[in-house]
């Protein structure tokens, strides 16, 4: 077995897994460098290996950061299908249609900038169009869950539940006289949504996610009282609460919680609205799909009860209904992307509310090192937003239990049942898994963190 790191290499971005065991070449994962303009200049350099060999891909889930170089890996030769849950396939057209899209109109915007100033020459071209991204779409190809996926006589491979987010899987792969596990993106045991990862069967090698594995989140409990008290205390001082979210899955899991927490008096009833179209879109599959929830999330979508909506929730789809939202001076509680505050809608609000002392913005999802949304949690007192300084007198707050990722107990849960000989830590940044490695060794398992680019003998 040789496996090529292509991605999610000591750095929690850019997932790509490229691997040769027996007769087969196969790639798990091709996901999109993400985190300011280091990341982004990663997403035009080649692929560590030759697109055109790959024999199949395999897609553990549909977040950008595992699905955002698939367009890039057609064009530069690979003829073959992409295998993932039926899910996972549904979430990976609206990501990938939306990721197009974006790159275009900054594409568009920032040419005709550049030829004001005759520089065009120096405008790059998007990474892909909305026609490579429904290249990808049509090559899509639904496995289930349990069942053997055969990539030759030789090679299966097995999609089980890794309870990170709708559709999510973690992959055994097994040749003729081993076996490795890519882990994807495992979930965390205190969701509010998804049951736990289904328990592995033993593995030589295990390739692993590494994103909290350096920390314990906070239960549930804790994790909705937190929320609930930041709520309670925004709402009286009057102003608005924002909240960037992640379309996926975040988006979801807060609306959740809002609602239950409105429903059940703990919190009052207030406007509520979903500023982003794609989160909207997501939210419609997700009251679709009432097989993948835990029992109590399941029973209230069959009821016919919906416990993504809020009783004062609004959907603001159009660039013109958001902007009626900055006239709205407090007391409304704004769910938009983008997740880092890195761009999107939630921009807007925060130029109109960051100055307010009595505004709030709750930060509910992981923040990357150079993002906008690190330097308010880093505790910015001014920042830019369009070409203007805002002082910053919202109070911020940070929520971590919400994380959909496991934490260090989630991943020692799996990983000991896995017993493998060697472990390939990514999809982590460097100070963690450095940390992470001696109690593997302490399991009597190798611990790998290989570079980007990196193939090693496994």
Avoid at 43 to 48: D, H, I, K, T, V
Avoid at 91 to 113: N, P, T
Avoid at 123 to 147: G, N, Q, T, W
Avoid at 249 to 269: C, F, H, N, P, W
Wanted: glycine share 8%; proline share 5%; hydrophobic share 40%.
């Amino acid at each position: 077995m040789r496996l090529t790191s292509a991605g999610g290499a000591r750095t929690v971005t850019g997932s790509s897994h490229h691997l040769q065991i027996d007769d087969v070449n196969f790639l798990v994962d091709c996901g999109l460098f993400q985190g300011g303009s280091d990341m982004d200049a990663l997403n035009r350099e080649p692929l560590p290996f030759e697109a055109a060999a790959v024999d199949a891909v395999l897609v553990t889930h549909g977040h950008l950061d595992h699905v955002g170089r698939l367009p890039l890996l057609i064009k530069q030769g690979y003829g073959g299908s992409i295998h993932c849950t039926e899910a996972t396939a549904e979430i990976a057209k609206v990501i990938l249609r939306d990721s197009a899209r974006i790159q275009e109109e900054d594409y568009e915007r920032s040419l005709r900038k550049a030829r004001r100033a005759g520089k065009e020459h120096e405008v790059l071209p998007p990474l892909y169009s909305s026609e490579d991204a429904e290249e990808v779409i049509s090559r899509f190809r639904a496995v289930e869950l349990e069942r053997p996926h055969r990539l030759s006589d030789k090679v299966k491979a097995v999609f089980r539940s890794a309870g990170h987010i709708l559709g999510s899987a973690y992959i055994e792969v097994t040749g003729a006289n081993e076996r490795i596990t890519f882990s994807g993106d495992l979930g965390n045991r205190e969701s509010a949504l998804h049951a736990t990862a289904v328990k592995p069967h033993e593995t030589d090698v295990l390739v692993i996610e590494t994103t909290y594995a350096d920390r314990t989140h906070p239960s549930r409990a804790d994790t909705e009282e937190a929320f609930e008290e930041v709520l309670v205390r925004s709402f009286a001082r009057g102003g608005n609460v924002l909240i960037p979210s992640f379309a996926l899955e975040r988006t979801q899991q807060v609306l959740y919680l809002i609602k239950r927490e409105m429903d059940s008096g703990s919190v009052a009833q207030r406007p509520v609205y979903l500023d982003s179209p794609m989160a909207t879109r997501m939210t419609r599959l997700y009251q679709r799909c009432q097989n993948e929830f835990l029992p109590e999330v399941a029973a209230e979508l069959a009821q016919g009860r919906d416990p993504f909506e809020p009783e004062q929730l609004s959907y603001t789809v159009s660039t013109d209904e958001s902007k009626k939202l900055n006239d709205i001076e407090g007391g409304a509680v704004i769910v938009a992307g983008s997740g880092m505050m890195t761009g999107g809608r939630i921009l807007h609000h925060l130029k109109h509310n960051l100055w307010r002392g009595e505004a709030s913005v709750i930060i509910v999802g992981y923040q990357a090192p150079g993002t906008f949304g690190r330097l308010l949690q880093d505790g910015a007192q001014r920042v830019r937003i369009y070409g203007d300084e805002i002082v910053v007198r919202a109070k911020i707050h940070t929520i971590s239990g919400l994380s959909a990722h496991a934490d260090h107990d989630d991943l020692m849960a799996f990983i000991q049942p896995a017993n493998p000989k060697k472990v390939v830590m990514v999809h982590g940044e460097p100070e963690v898994m450095d940390g992470f490695a001696p109690q593997l060794r302490d399991l009597g398992m190798e611990p790998l963190a290989p570079e980007l680019g990196a193939t090693t003998e496994l």
